[in-house]
């Protein structure tokens, strides 16, 4: 039995040799979700990405940009054995991902801690997670939103919907289990079509109330329960501005954070060019209209700095959203097919 086990060990050693870096990260990081001992082993040599309440921690480099603040584990335990706080808390952390380089990331909420004296401590600042994204560099985007998303789910997934009774999280927190019941709860993202209609040379952009004033994003909803992606981009479209689509193309996918974990599915869709008429259903936006590639471009080339304190008329979506990409995608198309016209 030693020995069939010695040689699984030993092929497996050669099969990771054989594999490239990113196999061996994905299988590095499954094992690290099944065992418990190599996940302790992780969480001593990784690094920590700290929420206060659900505010990721950021840090100035010397080049004055901010970056999300990951600590070294033995430096976390030393700071908060600092503010008063048992060195043992870094164990509540959650398993995140790693590097490039394989070095392990994990997330952990320090809402029950003093702010201020957290922050002097790691010289960083806990930022509004919307705020965030418009100060650090687009590749800790997904990062960022993943580790709120993580340790929002494990806040409001405490107990079991089946007996109300506290459910426990395993070591990594890739799940949490009541023992009453028997049911495993994993996180969970609610599906949402997100789609950029338009009728060959406008696009059609829609506002909500809530959105920060002049905001403009393609049309999005939910997936109702047992609709596919298709089904739920007609109707959502159907809905919110009284128009049929046709060729549906497909363009990405993003996890989105708010308000609760999202998956977003992004496509491109068109309407007849002579059946352009919105009809908005005003429960759910608030204006819906058509726009040029003079406007659209217009607005992608001057994003907003702060467009909280002074709001453009129009723009769109920063670059982290979805909804950027597909009014990217199209402005682009818009170009290459204007440049053929006139070659014509
Ligand atoms: N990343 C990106 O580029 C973009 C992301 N989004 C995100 O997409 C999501 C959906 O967009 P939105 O247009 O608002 O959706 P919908 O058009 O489906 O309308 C939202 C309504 O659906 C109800 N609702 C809330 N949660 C769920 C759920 N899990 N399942 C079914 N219905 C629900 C709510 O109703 P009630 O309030 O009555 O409960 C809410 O008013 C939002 O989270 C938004 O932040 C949107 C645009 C761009
Ligand atoms: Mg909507």
Known sequence: MLQSFKHLFTCNLVLSRSFSGYVSRMRYL?????????????????????????????????SGVYKLASLKTSDLEQILEKVGKDKHFVNESFLLGCTDKGEPQFSLEVGDLDR?????????????????????????????AKGQA??????????????????????????????????????KMAPVVIVLVSDGSRCLLARQAMFPAGMYSAL????????????????????????????????G????????????????????????QVN????????????????????????????RREPPVFWVPPSYAIANQLIQEWANQQQLSRKLHRLK
């Not at 308000?259 to 491109?268: D, N, R, W």
């Not at 080339?301 to 702060?306: K, L, T, V, Y």
């Open 150 to 187: 993580l340790l929002r789910w494990h806040q409001t997934n405490c107990f079991c919907s089946a007996t109300g009774q506290p459910t426990v999280r395993n070591q990594s927190g890739s799940f949490r289990v009541c023992h009453s019941s028997g049911i495993t709860y994993y996180p």
């Open 280 to 307: 908005i259903d005003k429960a759910e936006l608030e204006d819906a209209r058509w726009f040029t590639y003079e406007e659209i471009t217009e607005a992608l080339q001057n994003p907003p700095r702060d467009p």
């Open 253 to 276: 996918s993003q996890h989105w954070p708010f308000p609760q974990s999202s998956f977003m599915l992004a496509c491109h869709a068109t309407v007849n060019p002579d059946k352009t």
């Open 116 to 144: 201020s004296a957290l922050e002097k401590e790691c010289r960083g600042m806990f930022v509004d997670l919307r705020k965030a994204f418009f100060m650090i560099p687009g590749p800790e985007s997904p990062l960022a």
């Open 30 to 62: 499954m094992r690290l979700k099944e065992d418990d001992e190599a996940y302790r082993e992780a969480l001593k040599s990784g690094k920590v990405l700290l929420y206060h309440k659900l505010s990721p921690l950021l840090r100035k480099t010397s």
């Open 220 to 251: 999005s909803g939910f997936c109702d329960m047992g609709e596919s992606v298709e089904e739920a981009l007609h109707r959502e479209v159907a809905e919110e501005v009284g128009l049929e689509v046709e060729n549906l193309q497909y363009s």
